[in-house]
């Protein structure tokens, strides 16, 4: 799914005072597509990317997904795709701490109303295919970082969605673990996902095929990464081997 | 569609939220709604049940399942005998006792005249003439014969007196009109009975030992022809006829079938709830209000606790409850999953309070009531009341569940997930 960013801006009132975070960011995302967002610290790129992803609403300008414009959409619409076409890797796991791994990864699709048995079988393909068919009923608290992280990829991707979006999701996670997310990451794009990740570490950027730079809130570069450049992450297995 | 699907993925959280809980906070929980259930039905039972007890009493002591007394303005029951036997031929009645009540006087030690300036020793008392072995068998009188021996048919100047009226058992008796309590009274003690303008010396046969809200208390007994002769009645009008009927059987038509038969002309007919003292059914009435006060108290307890827990609960998970709306779980569905937790905690704590009240508390009490100087006690749990406080304590510990659970997940998605305000 093509995403269409126009003149975005957002900005913060705190009492008189106003901070631009975003000033104006104007792209597009093809369908398809693996794109990496880098920049300093506070340079604005979680903020784009929850008006992108519809967990927030931007002060200007306006985000087209699917040819309609999100400012448009009610929240109940907004929930909706965020459930059903949307997929979540954040910096923290976020899983739910009773619930085993593949009924963490089950719960957004019993919330999309599939029957149960569906739902599980569902939820062990997508654990599969981040390695943890052998962590099923695991808890979390059972779990490694990089596992527990692996898990939250599943539940992201487990509905199959239109559109994955990671906020640093390697930023809480050891090195091996890192390379692991970026390996799945990988695997996703060459089967079709589109994939829109942030990360201040350049080196992972290097995964994506195009890397957008932000600073203070504008967008200061805007690179294919050639294919020969492109950084591709092996399997931990195989890694170690 | 929609709402079924919050159900089933509250359901879902719950279920697991609250078997993979510690064991320690589960238990914790339940122990704090068994506790309240046991507050709401067992503090307000037990007050029930000591009225209950006194109603019990005059009951199987003295009124029956359905009483049929002298008018107001007669001195005792016309055609009694065929009163009697028309009762008796009715198919519900199981067992009947007729009795001769009348106002009179019990004096002890009047061998010694009373020294200047005191009373002699006297009080007032119900006297009552009965068969003593149709009594016995309606009443079972003669358990409560403490010291001495029960009537027999044919005794000859024999009588029971009632705890209140002697002074080693009578429980503030001399602070109740009309009693003052006899000294050195034992079973062969004589007495003098005093009724109208005749008066007998006859002996204390046996002493009755009650609780002092027993009918039995202040009253002088002996057997029918006895009493007859001191009145000097010579028809065999009775002033009392206490009937029970089949268990099972509507006391209130039964009672409104004998009027109708035509008693009603020569007697008042009232069921055992119309013929127990006015007093006791308002005592019924405050204590069961006290014990309703007592419980909601219990209630709120039971409301902050829950309240406590799921909003310690939901503000610490505040983080992930955000990343689960943002990720599309509706907030309904992280709700009611909190709502469903309260549930099955009051659930659990009722059942087992169920268990408890139904399976132990009411059969042990009702076979073994608590001695107390007003009455036995018995827990008095209506099925209905019952369900009714279960339904308060589930109803409570919803909105206990869902309204720190609504404070938290109402809160903006995003800042729940950055954890700011
Ligand atoms: N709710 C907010 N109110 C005020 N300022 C905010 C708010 N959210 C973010 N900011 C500011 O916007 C800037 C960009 O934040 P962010 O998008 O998180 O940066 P990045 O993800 O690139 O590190 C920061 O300076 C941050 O302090
Ligand atoms: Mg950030």
Redesign the pocket.
Same mark, same amino acid.
């Given at each position: 799914m093509a995403i269409d960013v126009k003149n975005l801006v957002k900005s =913060?009132h705190?009492g008189d005072r106003v901070?631009r975070?975003l000033k104006g960011i104007t792209l597009s995302i093809d369908d398809g597509s693996f794109v990496a967002i880098i920049?300093?610290?506070?340079?604005?790129?979680?903020? =784009?990317?929850?008006q992108m992803s519809l967990l927030d609403e931007p002060s200007e300008g306006d985000v087209i997904v699917e040819g309609r414009s999100t400012n448009e959409m009610t929240n109940a619409e907004e929930t909706k795709f965020r459930l059903e076409k949307f997929g979540y890797v954040f910096q923290d796991y976020a899983l739910v701490p009773e619930l085993t791994a593949v009924e963490n990864v089950a719960l957004p699709l019993l919330m999309q109303g599939l029957p149960r048995e569906r739902a599980l079988a569902d939820a062990r393909a997508a654990l599969t295919r981040v390695n943890l068919e052998a962590h099923l009923a695991q808890l979390p608290s059972q779990l490694s970082g990089g596992e527990q992280q692996r898990v939250s990829i599943a539940r992201a991707i487990a509905h199959l969605p239109k559109v994955l979006f990671a906020?640093?999701p390697t930023a809480n996670l050891d090195r091996e673990s890192s390379d692991g997310v970026m390996h799945i990451f990988g695997e996703l794009h060459d089967a079709g996902q589109t994939i829109i990740m942030?990360t201040?570490e350049l080196e992972y950027a290097h995964a994506a095929e195009r890397i957008i730079r932000?600073d203070d809130?504008v967008v200061v570069s805007d690179e294919r990464v050639p294919a020969t450049e492109r950084k591709r992450y092996p399997h931990p297995g195989l890694q170690a081997a | 569609m929609h709402f079924l699907t919050n159900i089933r993925v509250g359901w879902y959280l719950a279920l697991r939220q609250v078997r993979r809980a510690s064991v320690w906070t589960n238990t914790l929980i339940v122990f704090v709604m068994l506790l309240t259930f046991l507050n709401l039905v067992v503090v307000t039972g037990v007050l029930v049940g000591l009225v209950q007890g006194i109603t019990n009493l005059y009951r199987e002591q003295e009124t029956g399942d359905v009483l049929i007394s002298t008018l107001a303005n007669q001195t005792d029951i016309s055609h009694s005998p065929d009163i009697i036997s028309f009762v008796k031929s009715l198919p519900q009645v199981t067992d009947l006792s007729a009795r001769y009540v009348v106002g009179g006087t019990i004096e002890a030690n009047y061998q010694t005249p009373p020294a200047p300036g005191e009373t002699p020793n006297e009080s007032a008392a119900s006297i009552v003439g009965v068969d003593p072995a149709t009594e016995n068998a309606f009443s079972h009188i003669s358990a409560f014969v403490g010291e001495g021996q029960y009537l027999s048919a044919g005794d000859y100047d024999a009588v029971l007196v009632g705890p209140q009226l002697i002074d080693r058992y009578s429980f503030g008796g001399d602070l109740l009109p009309n009693i003052s309590a006899l000294h050195n009274v034992y079973p062969g003690t004589k007495v003098r009975i005093t009724v109208g303008t005749t008066t007998r010396v006859m002996t204390v046969k046996g002493i009755l030992v009650t609780t002092a809200n027993s009918p039995l208390a202040s009253k002088v007994i002996m057997p029918e022809n006895e009493l007859r002769t001191l009145l000097g009645r010579n028809d065999y009008a009775v002033n009392q006829i206490a009937v029970n009927v089949a268990p099972g059987t509507d006391t209130t038509a039964f009672a409104n079938l004998l009027r109708a038969s035509g008693i009603g002309a020569d007697a008042k007919v009232q069921t055992a709830q119309e013929a127990i003292p006015a007093g006791v059914a308002e005592v019924e009435g405050t204590f069961a209000s006290i014990g309703n006060a007592i419980g909601s108290i219990g209630l709120v307890v039971a409301a902050v606790t829950i309240f406590i827990v799921i909003f310690i609960n939901a503000i610490t998970r505040r983080k992930f409850i955000g990343i689960l709306k943002g990720i599309g779980i509706s907030g309904e569905a992280i709700e009611l999953a909190y709502v469903f937790q309260s549930l099955m905690y009051a659930l659990v704590g009722s059942a087992i309070g169920l268990a408890i009240v139904y399976g132990f508390l009411v059969p042990y009490f009702g076979a073994h009531p608590i001695k107390l100087p007003i009455s036995d006690a018995v827990i008095v749990a209506p099925v209905s009341g019952t369900a009714l406080r279960v339904l308060l304590l589930v109803v409570t510990t919803a909105i206990a569940g869902y309204v720190p659970a609504r404070l938290i997940v109402r809160k903006n998605t995003l800042?729940s997930i950055?954890g700011?305000n």
């Open positions: =913060f705190d901070t975070v920049g300093r610290s506070g340079a604005g790129k979680s903020t =784009f990317m929850y906020d640093e942030v201040h932000l809130g | 800042d950055l700011r």
